[in-house]
């Protein structure tokens, strides 16, 4: 099994995905683990903004030639952008989850999950089987 990638300074939740938080704004996506997982992505689902969503609720689907999985907020909010770049390039996703590959922002609208793991604690869990 190849090692993911899980880089510092981001927070991670159990359903896979990264936030990175810088203010009053959140930028999300899903972690490598999760696109590699998912393999080759072809469709995203991405969400209009101004959508509101709780800690855990559906923003977005991915679409893989596998399955379709829904994205989670790791932390309150409304939609205030999408990365638009995805609707003819989903492929990004796979390539640079990190970086271009980034799915949404939302503003925050409260405390980001307690649940939410550092680049440590996300390591373990997914080397434990998560």
């Known amino acids: 099994m190849k090692e993911s990638k899980v880089p510092e300074g981001l927070r991670y939740a ?52 596998k399955t379709v999985s829904d994205v ?14 995805l609707k003819t390039h989903p492929e990004l996703v796979n390539q640079d989850p990190y970086g271009r590959g980034w799915l949404f922002r939302l503003r925050v609208s409260g405390a980001p999950s307690a649940d939410l793991l550092d680049a440590a604690g996300y390591r373990a869990f997914v080397e434990g089987g998560g």
């Open 14 to 65: 159990k359903s896979h995905e990264w936030v990175r938080i810088e203010g009053e704004s959140a930028t999300v996506g899903i972690t490598d683990h999760a696109q590699s997982e998912l393999t080759d992505i072809v469709f995203v689902d991405l969400p209009a903004p101004g959508k509101t969503v709780a800690v855990g609720g559906v923003v977005l689907a991915l679409e893989s030639v």
């Open 72 to 85: 989670y907020a790791p932390v309150p909010g409304s939609v205030s952008e999408v990365n638009a770049e």
